[in-house]
C-alpha cells in the first residue's frame, strides 16, 4: 500500500471551471504538507505549504484534514497554464527528514 | 541563477555498465538528495545526505552508491545497471530540514535507459 495516495486522473476541465483533487496518507504522525507542481517532463516545483488551518493562495487552496488522513487542493477559475501534474507530498517526521511524494494527479486544462 | 545542475541529461546504457550522475547545486544548501521517478510511482527517494559528510539511504537504494564529495556535490553511481534502473533521476536540495519548509530545488533530471 502507498503511503501517499493520488487519483492519477487526468482531470479535464474547461477554462474557468473550479477543480479539486485529494490525497490521501497512511502515517498519523506525518507532521507537514506540501503540493507541488510538475509541469511535463520538467522537475517538480513547490506550490504550497498545507496548515492545520488551510491556506489560500490566489485562486489555489489548501486544506488538511488529519482526522481523515487526507489534503486537499482547489484550484478556482482554472487557467490554460494550470495544466500540470499536481504532487501531494508529505514528511512524516522521521529523523531521516524525508518527504513521500504521492504518484501525481494529471489536470489538463482545455479552451 | 543555475540552482541545482546535474549531468548527463540523456544516458543510454547496456545492462552491466555502470556510469555515475552528477549533481552539483550553488545555493549553499546542506542537505541534497537523489530522488528516481517512474510512472505512477511517484518520486522515491534513493539516498540522501543531510549535510556535508553525511550519506544515508532512502527507500530504494539497492543497486546505487553516492558520494557528497562536498558541501555543493553529490554525485549517484550505478555499479552494473540493470533494466529495472531504467528511470529518469532528480537531483534536489534543500536549505534546511524539510519537515519545516517542505521546499526542494530540483535540478532539471537526467532520463536514463538501461537496454
Known amino acids: 500500500r502507498k503511503e501517499v495516495e493520488q487519483d492519477p486522473g487526468p482531470f479535464n476541465v474547461p477554462e474557468g471551471a473550479t477543480v479539486a483533487f485529494n490525497c490521501t496518507y497512511s502515517?498519523?504522525?506525518?507532521?507537514?504538507f506540501f503540493w507541488y507542481r510538475q509541469d511535463c517532463r520538467k522537475e517538480p516545483k513547490l506550490l504550497m505549504s498545507?496548515?492545520?488551518s488551510g491556506n489560500e493562495d490566489g485562486r489555489f487552496t489548501a486544506q488538511l484534514n488529519r482526522a481523515s488522513q487526507y489534503i486537499s487542493l482547489l484550484i478556482r477559475d482554472s487557467k490554460l497554464s494550470d495544466s500540470a501534474t499536481y504532487l501531494c507530498?508529505?514528511?512524516?517526521?522521521?529523523?531521516?527528514?524525508?518527504?513521500?511524494f504521492g504518484g501525481g494527479t494529471r489536470l489538463m486544462v482545455k479552451p | 541563477n543555475a540552482g541545482v545542475t546535474q549531468t548527463p541529461k540523456f544516458q543510454v546504457l547496456k545492462t552491466g555498465q555502470s556510469m555515475t550522475l552528477q549533481c552539483a547545486q550553488d545555493?549553499?544548501?546542506?542537505?541534497m538528495y537523489w530522488y528516481r521517478q517512474d510512472p505512477g510511482m511517484g518520486l522515491r527517494l534513493i539516498y540522501y545526505?543531510?549535510?556535508?559528510?553525511?550519506?544515508d539511504k532512502g527507500e530504494v537504494p539497492n543497486g546505487y552508491n553516492v558520494s557528497r564529495l562536498n558541501k555543493r556535490e553529490f554525485s549517484l553511481r550505478l555499479e552494473s545497471a540493470a533494466p529495472s534502473q531504467t528511470s529518469v533521476y532528480f537531483c534536489?536540495?534543500?536549505?534546511?530540514?524539510?519537515?519545516?519548509?517542505?521546499?526542494?530545488?530540483f535540478g532539471e533530471g537526467s532520463r536514463l535507459t538501461v537496454l
Open positions: 507530498v508529505v514528511n512524516e517526521g522521521n529523523a531521516g527528514n524525508m518527504l513521500t
Open positions: 534536489a536540495s534543500s536549505e534546511g530540514p524539510t519537515r519545516v519548509t517542505g521546499e526542494l530545488f
Open positions: 502515517n498519523s504522525a506525518s507532521q507537514s
Open positions: 545526505s543531510a549535510s556535508e559528510g553525511t550519506t
Open positions: 545555493m549553499n544548501h546542506n542537505s
Open positions: 498545507v496548515y492545520s
